[in-house]
């Protein structure tokens, strides 16, 4: 059974800090990676996506991959309260978006 | 949730009653994802359809779940009957043309009482 396993949170950050969210996945096959925000009550939004080892930034976020140690990461600098929701983690097998596999999610709070 | 429309938004069906939804991406995008999410939970991948034709629907309860997609464009997904614990958001994603990154429609409440 493939697996992507983050922790459910919630992670509690003050304002202005990094928030720093990990997912660990089963599947050394896996190629693409994924990030999503999640709202309450909305559907998940593409934040970024990372298919080579290192790192990528965009604007306050960084997605960081370690294909050897199975793990990526997404780092949120400057958090803000709008920054609170539901982070999820996604993975595919191949070089495409299909066949994504989910994390249930990390709930992250940022508080004033 | 850009480029997908679902509807109903909101679904409320007794047990063992049917219930459909639909899925209209604004423009054309040949694969079109049905996804499930129950609370608490991250999307679980019903179906995924290339133009007309499935994908891959091995994680679709095909004994009670159905889904077509006609002319490569618009979608349907089906639960006849349904049971308490189809209770669920059910997102529809198509892949972006440009970037073969997925984006997801608003979703469909459903309720099963």
């Known amino acids: 059974q493939k697996e992507v396993e983050q922790n459910s949170g919630p992670l509690s950050v003050p304002e202005g800090a990094i928030a720093s969210l990990n997912c660990t996945y089963s599947?050394?096959?896996?190629?693409?990676f994924f990030w999503y925000r999640q709202y309450s009550g909305k559907s998940p939004e593409l934040i970024m996506f990372?298919?080579?080892?290192g790192d990528k930034e965009d604007g306050r976020f960084t997605a960081q991959l370690n294909k050897a140690s199975q793990y990526v990461s997404l780092l949120i600098r400057d958090s803000q309260p709008s920054d609170s929701a539901t982070y999820l983690c996604?993975?595919?097998?191949?070089?495409?978006?299909?066949?994504?596999?989910f994390g249930t999610g990390t709930r992250l709070q940022v508080t004033l | 949730e850009a480029g997908v429309a679902q509807s109903p938004r909101y679904k409320i069906i007794e047990k063992r009653q049917s219930v459909a939804f639909w899925c209209n991406p604004i423009?054309?995008?040949?694969?079109l994802y049905w996804y499930q999410q129950i609370l608490g939970q991250g999307p679980k991948l019903l179906i995924q359809?290339?133009?007309?034709?499935?994908?891959?629907d091995s994680q679709l309860p095909k004994d009670r779940f159905s889904a077509e997609r006609l002319k490569g464009v618009d979608s349907t997904l089906k639960i006849q009957p349904a049971k308490l614990e189809d209770s669920a958001v059910y997102l529809c994603?198509?892949?972006?043309?440009?970037?073969?990154?997925?984006?997801f429609g608003p979703g469909t409440r459903l309720t099963v009482l």
């Open positions: 423009s054309g995008h040949a694969t």
């Open positions: 359809f290339q133009n007309n034709g499935v994908v891959d």
């Open positions: 996604a993975v595919a097998p191949s070089g495409t978006a299909s066949k994504l596999t």
């Open positions: 990372i298919y080579s080892n």
């Open positions: 994603a198509i892949t972006s043309d440009h970037t073969d990154t997925q984006y």
């Open positions: 599947d050394r096959g896996s190629q693409s």
